[in-house]
């Protein structure tokens, strides 16, 4: 791996087994490197790797995160089927957007997540948690991912946009569909899947005109702003948009968070001596994040024009992702950077993006981890993997840290 022309393929099985040792041989020998991304395919892209290039570049508008012409290029490579969900979720969709039409957006669903609005449910996330540990417990065994990690983040965020429960399981399909992605599914079932999605999307959105309620989506109907509102399509990819970043990483954050606790014992055990001490599970959370947080870097960017740092220049129209995983274990930001320190203070990780992208659901996110987590390591004093540390893989998706299960003994 150390030769000076490697190439890094991000995703590649080599990377998945070590993913931190190429992050330090990036961040030392190539902070700007022209690498590979491996997803349906291979792709070139260019990997940024440094904690302070990571910032400058999500805040310098020579990278843009709009496809632009490269959008209805892109859609003309695939089939008529695809075609429609991908133009969905790629041209009204604010990730994907530069402002003033990003800032348009965000403007509009920004209420619900303000730290006083999160605080308010923070007791049903409470009561969620304990009622699936309640069911869990007296199994022993079980695989905390999909039976734990999951359906927290999940219930939430469908009561806040308002899913009604007759529909859940009809969403979560889609859902699941959306962000496992055409590479896992194959195009056809990928395609039907996601215009059963938007089907069951547009009629939520019918219903919620008719009978409007107390959730995000009656809310974004209603939203003006200076005589604006959304539009159907916009309405569409907001609900997919908040739905798949509600629960995908959180859920995969939560998962994470316990395999860390677990890998450092000593940790875990200060934790569970101090379940009010609300200064500590804050940072330990944010600690979290920055070492084991699911998301590896941001959406890509293209230059929009020739762009040199450290002598190398990337050329206009290159695809540019800040490795935030990179970053946050950069040395020349943060001391001993692979030690995993729950009273880390300051804390200033990219684990939630930077700059007018910066994660929209940070104070949700969090608050459910912490909640969640001091319920799970209150409740089970003897909580302990079921397996050998050595036989849980990461799933092979490049920038996502997300373990294919967690199976553990409760108790
Ligand atoms: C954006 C991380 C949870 C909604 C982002 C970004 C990151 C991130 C890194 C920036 C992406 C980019 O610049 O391309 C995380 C992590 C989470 C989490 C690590 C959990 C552990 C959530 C939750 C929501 C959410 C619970 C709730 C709805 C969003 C949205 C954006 C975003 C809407 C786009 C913001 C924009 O384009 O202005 N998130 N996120 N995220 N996140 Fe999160």
């Given at each position: ?148 990690a999951l359906p927290v983040p999940a219930t939430v965020i469908n009561e806040m946009v308002g899913v009604p429960h007759a529909d ?244």
């Open positions: 791996m150390t030769t000076p022309d490697t190439t890094i393929t991000v995703g590649s099985p080599e990377f998945l087994a070590d993913p931190h040792a190429h992050y330090a041989w990036l961040r030392t020998n190539a902070p700007v490197h022209r690498g590979r991304m491996a997803y349906m395919g291979e792709q070139d892209v260019w990997l940024v790797s440094r904690y302070e290039d990571c910032r400058l570049l999500l805040a310098d508008d020579r990278f843009l995160r709009s496809p632009g012409e490269q959008g209805p290029a892109m859609l003309a490579g695939f089939p008529d089927s695809v075609r429609e969900p991908i133009r969905l979720m790629t041209t009204s969709n604010m990730i994907l957007m530069d402002d003033p039409g990003h800032r348009r957006l965000r403007k509009l669903v920004a209420k619900p997540f303000t730290p006083r609005a999160i605080d308010r449910i923070s007791g049903r996330v409470d009561e969620l948690s304990h009622g699936l540990l309640d069911e869990l417990e007296p199994l022993g065994r079980v695989e905390l991912r999909e039976r734990f859940r399981e009809r969403f979560g399909r889609g859902m699941n569909a959306l962000v496992t992605g055409m590479a896992r599914l194959g195009q056809e079932s990928w395609a039907r899947e996601m215009n059963a999605l938007t089907e069951l999307v547009r009629e939520l959105i019918e219903h919620k005109r008719s009978e409007p309620g107390e959730d995000i989506l009656t809310g974004l109907i209603q939203a003006e702003e200076d005589g604006d509102r959304l539009s159907e399509d916009e309405l569409v990819a907001m609900v997919f948009l908040l739905v798949t970043a509600g629960y995908e990483t959180t859920y995969n954050l939560i998962t994470n968070a316990v395999l860390t606790l677990l890998d450092h014992p000593d940790q875990l055990a200060r934790l569970r001596a101090a379940p009010d001490d609300e200064a500590l599970w804050r940072s330990a959370v944010e600690e979290l994040v920055r070492y084991g947080g699911p998301i590896g870097g941001t959406k890509p960017s293209t230059t929009v024009e020739d762009v040199t740092w450290h002598d190398t220049t990337i050329p206009a129209g290159a695809t540019v992702i800040p490795v935030l995983a990179a970053a946050n274990r950069d040395p020349a930001a943060f001391d001993d950077p692979d030690t995993f320190d729950i009273d880390r203070r300051p804390n200033a990780h990219l684990g939630f993006g930077h700059g007018v992208h910066f994660c929209l659901g940070a104070n949700l996110a969090r608050m459910e981890t912490r909640v969640a987590l001091r319920a799970l390591v209150r409740r089970n004093p003897n909580l302990r993997l079921a397996v050998d540390r050595s036989e849980l893989a990461l799933e092979p998706m490049p920038f996502w840290t997300r373990y294919e299960e967690l199976p553990v003994h409760l108790g």
